[in-house]
């Protein structure tokens, strides 16, 4: 079988290199299409109203898998790669601050994997690799989902790169972000406020409103806010304009729709003790995620069996480097210590603090449990029978969304995770090629968790992806 480190230790590094925001990945999707394209894969561009999302098949019949690939940024997190200390980057304020330039990459060559495996033993089968754009903060899947991209796989596969190996089980949180918009009358902030009605007056009223009603929620929901506009900077003025912009999470999306429907109230409420007028603009949202505990069994297995990689004399150097950054708080929050009990996680997190890369797979339970915080692979698991797990690309306890993270994303321990990760997505599509039993009941224990209702979209039909970021 062709060996593909070098392409994608190569395509990792420039996704890096380009740290491409939501929807905007366009040098990012085009490298990868690039590979996929000159590996003979079948290409449709421009999905959802995303320009940046694709699709890349390879093969025919059944059974039809589909993996999925992230490749987003994030913005303010720009950094140089292999520093043990924050040192922003020069050509960019971005940088992959969640490591989906590794998460998209190993999809890339766990599809090219298969694609040689059905080719080398004349299997039926297809293969598709799924570019999903701007999930941070903008829901790609669920765009996709909406618009049928999932409809016709039988299993999705899909991974994160994080401190540690461990199978991906139980919910993450739905959510939904939405702008509210507050206009008001501007006036002399002395010599005539009683002319004026303060729009930012209005935002903080509601914010107020909303941390009131923080105690009559239940303990899962969550409620985030930034105020995107103050009105201006002049306090002697009455702000005429202002708008915050609020990320609503709970366990489903039904009960994300009711909790927006009450920070709505408030709104108004704000609106009308201040004489101000409020829009309300839906920005997106994300389903919460339904596990499979059979293709997580065929997951661990895998990782179980896929040797773990091996580290050189540099890269440990920096590992330990990196590890002095790093605190006892950050490890026992790494990914993959989400998904055990608490005593358990106490037990992980001091044998994090002892080795400088995980060498171990955690021990997998399968189980029903709520994670606090949200993941549009939500969307396509409401679609078909999916399952994830988190491959070790950092140094234990490496926060997300760091500095530390961006430093990683190129160097020598990033690049073995990935392809580590690679090639247990690869060997439990083989196995599920080879097992089409196990498929079957995948879809058995879907359809019983779904009650085979349909999936529905909890991005209105009217919201459209916000390319130009203009909402």
């Not at 997998?364 to 399952?387: E, K, L, M, R, Y």
Request: with cysteine.
């Amino acid at each position: 079988m062709k060996n593909y480190d070098k392409i994608l230790e190569e395509l990792n590094g420039k996704i890096w290199d380009h740290s491409e925001l939501k929807f905007n990945e366009y040098k990012s999707s085009n490298d990868m299409i690039e590979v996929l394209k000159n590996e003979n894969f079948i290409i449709k561009k421009g999905l959802a109203g995303m320009d940046t999302a694709f699709t890349a098949t390879f093969g025919k019949g059944k059974p039809v898998i589909g993996i999925l690939g992230e490749f987003d940024a994030l913005s303010g997190l720009s950094q140089k790669s292999g520093e043990d200390r924050a040192i922003p980057r020069e050509e960019t304020t971005n940088g992959h601050g969640c490591g989906h330039c590794l998460l998209g990459t190993a999809g890339i060559g766990a599809v090219l994997m298969v694609r040689d495996f059905l080719v080398e033993n004349n299997k039926e089968g297809t293969i598709i690799f799924i570019g999903c754009p701007g999930e941070e903060g903008g829901s790609g899947k669920a765009y996709l989902a909406r618009d049928g991209v999932f409809d016709n796989l039988d299993i999705a596969l899909t991974w994160h790169p994080s401190g540690g190996n461990a199978i991906i089980t139980g919910s993450f949180q739905a959510n939904c972000q939405v702008y509210f918009k507050f206009k008001g009358v501007s006036s002399h902030a002395a010599g005539a406020p009683h002319l004026g009605r303060s729009a930012l007056d209005a935002v903080e009223l509601m914010n107020v409103g909303v941390n009131y009603l923080r105690e009559h929620i239940e303990s899962t929901d969550r409620i985030h806010y930034a105020v995107i506009d103050t009105g201006g900077i002049s306090p002697n003025v009455v702000q005429s304009h202002a708008k915050v912009l609020y990320l609503i999470r709970s366990t489903d999306t039904e009960k994300v729709k009711k909790l927006y429907e009450r920070v709505c109230k408030v709104a108004q409420g704000a609106a009308l003790m201040t004489e101000t007028e409020v829009e309300i603009i839906f920005d997106k949202a994300c389903s919460n995620v339904i596990s499979n505990s059979i293709l997580e069994d065929v997951l661990y297995e895998t990782m179980k069996e896929i040797p773990l990689p091996n580290y050189s004399e540099k890269d440990l150097e920096f590992a330990e480097k990196i590890k002095k950054t790093i605190t006892d708080v950050d490890r026992n929050s790494d990914m993959s210590l989400m998904f055990v009990s608490n005593l358990k996680r106490k037990e992980l997190a001091n044998k994090y603090k002892e080795i400088l890369m995980s060498n171990f797979v955690v021990e997998h339970t399968h189980q029903d449990i709520n994670i606090p915080g949200s993941s549009d692979v939500g969307d396509c698991s409401h679609v078909v029978p999916t399952a994830q797990f988190s491959g070790a690309c950092f140094v234990p306890g490496t926060p997300g969304h760091s500095w530390q993270m961006v430093s990683q994303g190129k160097e020598g321990i990033a690049i073995k995770g990935m392809l580590y990760a690679s090639k247990v997505l690869a060997k439990s599509v083989e196995k599920l090629i080879e097992n089409p039993q196990l498929i079957e009941k995948a879809k058995d224990e879907f359809n019983k968790v779904t009650e085979e209702k349909p999936y529905s979209c909890p991005i209105p039909l009217e919201v459209k992806p916000d390319i130009l970021g203009n909402r």
